[in-house]
């Protein structure tokens, strides 16, 4: 059975930093795609940033970019996302996924075949 366990989300204040991490079990994706997806309440879920095993390709929401990096530990099947210059706009529900995503398609969140529970991430101005 395929698990994505997302931690690491938690209550800081503007300007400051999380880092989220997302254990996989059941397979290895490693050549698969893994990415982060965001929630807040009353919204659509949106795209945060995806991270392409084989192609070794990252791809950031323009809302993210510069602020917040995506990495991976295959020995580990462990994806990550470091949060920095964090903003109350930032605050939602975060979500990791994988799936067989092309790396041209990352942002479609429809493409992916496994998701996690969600890890809530409030950021305080």
């Known amino acids: 059975q395929v698990q994505l366990v997302e931690s690491g989300g938690g209550l800081v204040q503007a300007g400051g930093s999380l880092r989220l991490s997302c254990a996989a079990s059941?397979?290895?994706?490693?050549?698969?795609?893994m990415g982060w997806f965001r929630q807040a309440p009353g919204k659509e879920r949106e795209f945060v940033a995806a991270?392409?095993?084989?192609?070794?390709?990252?791809r950031y929401a323009d809302s993210v970019k510069g602020r917040f990096t995506i990495s991976g530990d295959d020995a580990k099947n462990t994806l990550y996302l470091q949060m920095n210059s964090l903003k109350p706009e930032d605050t939602a529900m975060y979500y990791c996924?994988?799936?067989?995503?092309?790396?041209?398609?990352?942002?479609?969140?429809?493409?992916?075949?496994?998701w996690g529970q969600g890890t809530q991430v409030t950021v305080s101005s």
């Open positions: 991270l392409t095993w084989i192609a070794g390709s990252t």
């Open positions: 059941g397979r290895t994706f490693s050549s698969h795609t």
């Open positions: 996924a994988a799936g067989p995503v092309h790396t041209l398609l990352v942002r479609a969140a429809w493409k992916y075949d496994y």
